[in-house]
């Protein structure tokens, strides 16, 4: 036996007893002033006895107030087992690390307050008037694009032609864009033009909505631009794969593009020209970073920062000396998905398949009550991971319901419930048949990444064969992460489950990854009272909260009820950040923006 697989199971076996012990983690908050800072106190980030951290222990800003060089350098790294996709368009991109390497160069349109309401203090402004559903956008003076030309109204009326053209094959279509007066008309080829969209002048648009409500200045609105006079004589089917998206990509935030490793990295430089004022940086480089080499890449110095530390790394190296860790609740969660349909693209739904394999509540119930994400959350990640309930998550603190009564940890009530739906270990070999009496054989894809993919993978499925379910890897293995997504997206027939994450963004409507008609609705499943209460959610009764909440309190149940996937862990973001580094923070209140981000020493602080 090889020397990871003996690893391996010594791990499994520690997880699986410690799993009706483990609790959650505890606060150890100290009062210490910060300094010179002085805006908020230290706080510790030492595990308590049992070696389990809490987000609360963490600050959210870096403390570095020194003075910044005025030419300098960072370099930031985005962890990732794979290569960089190359899609760096905000309007084509489906993977996190492209999204990390467009956010350097290229920004939305408005920004946002900490309840990630647009405001006005972006590069555009917006009004509405007394119905709630005609908008019109202003976008400011002196706002351009890298080449020099003017981010322009007709820009980011183009981009709506682009993302609801037919040929559009991106994941950004979907009911926030259909909400658009005329969209699913020009989108079903049935017109060329889209009615609720008008260019008033050269900064400004007007879009009218058939529905009002709170999602459509939390991310109703798309804020992203398209440059009309780089992509305006492509063919859309073109666009993603075309220089202006691979190689030269353009945009109008505070550094372009200089070079691309295909794969591996991105160097930009300054925009002198930048709308906010100078960046503090002359230049920033981004680089993949391998989860394996991420501690060796910060105590050398190889990078000033990442994007996200891996938590199953972080009790080890918590007093790096060289860095800062920051921490805040991520706008993220983990699941595992069950494959109950497919989309039909020529119809622009999902096609939901009563006949699927996964197509029993009753199994995927069984499924939940099997494992203990609380042991996971402890186990493999510290408690930097922790049981995820509701699908509304923490993160939105105005919608979350911590009351909704969801499965957990209990392996007999799996069991009575397949024993009572009728799943039998009929020919004795310790796994369950169907109902109908037939092998049944769960085909569970995982991806890879970090040192726990590959264990909590194991878990799952050992934690489902305690209960009799003869769950087993697709292909045998964990798959890349770019060939993982292509699959789930395609609807391969190899797939019957899948442990996926989803990013929020900071709009808490679900209907993203949950209505009936959005492609990332990769459960492909919905029903009529789905379909209605995220309709409901967004309407215009529900910019008063407490309607929106009750709304959505009702939504939450009904995925408990009907289970298309069942969240696992909710996730703590945790950022090492070089002590060179100033003006970097997490904090959602915060002013600080991306281009104020400086170094004060000219090469980044190595550990001691």
Same mark, same amino acid.
């Given at each position: 036996?090889?020397?990871?697989?003996?690893?391996?199971?010594?791990?499994?076996?520690?997880?699986?007893?410690?799993?009706?012990?483990?609790?959650?983690?505890?606060?150890?908050?100290?009062?210490?002033?910060?300094?010179?800072?002085?805006?908020?106190?230290?706080?510790?980030?030492?595990?308590?006895?049992?070696?389990?951290?809490?987000?609360?222990?963490?600050?959210?800003?870096?403390?570095?107030?020194?003075?910044?060089?005025?030419?300098?350098?960072?370099?930031?790294?985005?962890?990732?087992?794979?290569?960089?996709?190359?899609?760096?368009?905000?309007?084509?991109?489906?993977?996190?690390?492209?999204?990390?390497?467009?956010?350097?160069?290229?920004?939305?349109?408005?920004?946002?307050?900490?309840?990630?309401?647009?405001?006005?203090?972006?590069?555009?402004?917006?009004?509405?008037?007394?119905?709630?559903?005609?908008?019109?956008?202003?976008?400011?003076?002196?706002?351009?694009?890298?080449?020099?030309?003017?981010?322009?109204?007709?820009?980011?009326?183009?981009?709506?032609?682009?993302?609801?053209?037919?040929?559009?094959?991106?994941?950004?279509?979907?009911?926030?864009?259909?909400?658009?007066?005329?969209?699913?008309?020009?989108?079903?080829?049935?017109?060329?033009?889209?009615?609720?969209?008008?260019? &008033? =002048?050269?900064?400004?648009?007007? #879009?009218? +909505? $058939?529905? /009002?409500?709170?999602?459509?200045?939390? @991310?109703?609105?798309?804020?992203?631009?398209?440059?009309?006079?780089?992509?305006?004589?492509?063919?859309?089917?073109?666009?993603?794969?075309?220089?202006?998206?691979?190689?030269?990509?353009?945009?109008?935030?505070?550094?372009?593009?200089?070079?691309?490793?295909?794969?591996?990295?991105?160097?930009?430089?300054?925009?002198?020209?930048?709308?906010?004022?100078?960046?503090?940086?002359?230049?920033?480089?981004?680089?993949?970073?391998?989860?394996?080499?991420?501690?060796?890449?910060?105590?050398?110095?190889?990078?000033?920062?990442?994007?996200?530390?891996?938590?199953?790394?972080?009790?080890?190296?918590?007093?790096?000396?060289?860095?800062?860790?920051?921490?805040? &609740? =991520?706008?993220?969660?983990?699941? #595992?998905? +069950? $494959?109950? /349909?497919?989309?039909?693209?020529?119809? @622009?739904?999902?096609?939901?398949?009563?006949?699927?394999?996964?197509?029993?509540?009753?199994?995927?119930?069984?499924?939940?009550?099997?494992?203990?994400?609380?042991?996971?959350?402890?186990?493999?990640?510290?408690?930097?991971?922790?049981?995820?309930?509701?699908?509304?998550?923490?993160?939105?603190?105005?919608?979350?319901?911590?009351?909704?009564?969801?499965?957990?940890?209990?392996?007999?009530?799996?069991?009575?419930?397949?024993?009572?739906?009728?799943?039998?270990?009929?020919?004795?070999?310790?796994?369950?048949?169907?109902?109908?009496?037939?092998?049944?054989?769960?085909?569970?894809?995982?991806?890879?990444?970090?040192?726990?993919?590959?264990?909590?993978?194991?878990?799952?499925?050992?934690?489902?064969?305690?209960?009799?379910?003869?769950?087993?890897?697709?292909?045998?293995?964990?798959?890349?992460?770019?060939?993982?997504?292509?699959?789930?997206?395609?609807?391969?027939?190899?797939?019957?489950?899948?442990?996926?994450?989803?990013?929020?963004?900071?709009?808490?409507?679900?209907?993203?990854?949950?209505?009936?008609?959005?492609?990332?609705?990769?459960?492909?499943?919905?029903?009529?009272?789905?379909?209605?209460?995220?309709?409901?959610?967004?309407?215009?009764?529900?910019?008063?909260?407490?309607?929106?909440?009750?709304?959505?309190?009702?939504?939450?149940?009904?995925?408990?009820?009907?289970?298309?996937?069942?969240?696992?862990?909710?996730?703590?973001?945790?950022?090492?950040?070089?002590?060179?580094?100033?003006?970097?923070?997490?904090?959602?209140?915060?002013?600080?923006?991306?281009?104020?981000?400086?170094?004060?020493?000219?090469?980044?602080?190595?550990?001691?």
């Amino acid at each position: 036996m090889r020397k990871t697989s003996k690893w391996l199971l010594a791990l499994m076996l520690v997880l699986l007893l410690a799993l009706a012990a483990c609790g959650g983690g505890s606060d150890n908050e100290s009062s210490e002033d910060k300094g010179d800072n002085g805006s908020e106190d230290n706080k510790s980030t030492e595990a308590n006895e049992d070696g389990i951290f809490h987000i609360d222990d963490f600050n959210m800003t870096a403390s570095n107030n020194g003075e910044e060089l005025e030419n300098g350098s960072l370099t930031y790294g985005i962890v990732s087992d794979t290569v960089l996709e190359g899609t760096f368009n905000f309007n084509f991109y489906s993977g996190n690390p492209d999204y990390e390497v467009i956010a350097w160069f290229d920004e939305p349109l408005f920004d946002s307050d900490a309840s990630y309401t647009y405001t006005q203090d972006g590069a555009a402004t917006w009004e509405v008037d007394d119905t709630g559903k005609v908008y019109t956008l202003q976008i400011k003076d002196g706002v351009n694009w890298h080449d020099g030309e003017p981010v322009t109204a007709e820009d980011w009326e183009f981009v709506h032609y682009v993302i609801g053209h037919p040929d559009y094959d991106g994941i950004r279509y979907g009911s926030d864009f259909e909400n658009i007066e005329g969209m699913k008309e020009y989108h079903d080829g049935e017109t060329d033009t889209i009615s609720g969209i008008k260019v &008033i =002048d050269d900064k400004t648009l007007q #879009i009218t +909505f $058939k529905e /009002g409500g709170p999602s459509l200045i939390t @991310g109703g609105i798309w804020p992203y631009a398209l440059p009309k006079h780089v992509f305006g004589d492509m063919d859309v089917k073109e666009m993603e794969e075309s220089d202006a998206v691979r190689k030269n990509p353009i945009g109008m935030g505070p550094y372009k593009v200089e070079s691309i490793v295909p794969g591996e990295s991105v160097v930009l430089k300054r925009n002198e020209d930048y709308w906010r004022g100078t960046p503090a940086l002359e230049e920033v480089t981004v680089k993949v970073v391998s989860p394996s080499t991420v501690v060796q890449e910060l105590k050398t110095g190889g990078v000033d920062m990442v994007n996200s530390f891996p938590t199953d790394q972080f009790l080890d190296n918590a007093n790096m000396s060289n860095v800062e860790f920051l921490g805040s &609740i =991520d706008n993220a969660y983990t699941y #595992i998905g +069950f $494959k109950l /349909g497919k989309w039909d693209a020529e119809e @622009g739904q999902v096609e939901v398949d009563p006949n699927a394999k996964m197509a029993d509540v009753n199994l995927r119930r069984a499924m939940w009550y099997a494992v203990d994400n609380n042991a996971v959350g402890d186990n493999f990640y510290n408690g930097l991971r922790w049981n995820a309930t509701s699908l509304i998550i923490p993160f939105f603190p105005e919608y979350h319901n911590p009351d909704i009564e969801t499965p957990t940890h209990d392996p007999d009530e799996a069991n009575r419930i397949l024993d009572e739906a009728g799943y039998e270990d009929v020919d004795g070999d310790g796994f369950r048949e169907t109902p109908d009496g037939e092998k049944l054989v769960i085909n569970f894809a995982s991806m890879s990444g970090g040192d726990t993919a590959e264990p909590l993978a194991q878990y799952y499925i050992q934690s489902w064969g305690a209960v009799g379910l003869n769950v087993q890897l697709v292909d045998g293995r964990l798959l890349e992460f770019n060939s993982f997504y292509d699959r789930i997206k395609e609807d391969d027939p190899e797939i019957d489950i899948f442990q996926g994450a989803w990013g929020t963004g900071t709009d808490v409507n679900p209907a993203g990854i949950f209505a009936g008609n959005s492609n990332a609705n990769y459960p492909r499943w919905t029903n009529e009272e789905n379909d209605q209460l995220l309709a409901e959610g967004s309407s215009m009764k529900a910019m008063d909260t407490e309607y929106r909440k009750e709304v959505y309190d009702k939504w939450q149940q009904l995925m408990v009820d009907n289970i298309p996937l069942f969240p696992t862990l909710y996730r703590a973001k945790i950022v090492p950040v070089n002590n060179r580094v100033t003006n970097y923070t997490l904090d959602p209140e915060s002013d600080l923006q991306r281009y104020q981000i400086g170094v004060t020493e000219e090469k980044a602080e190595a550990a001691e």
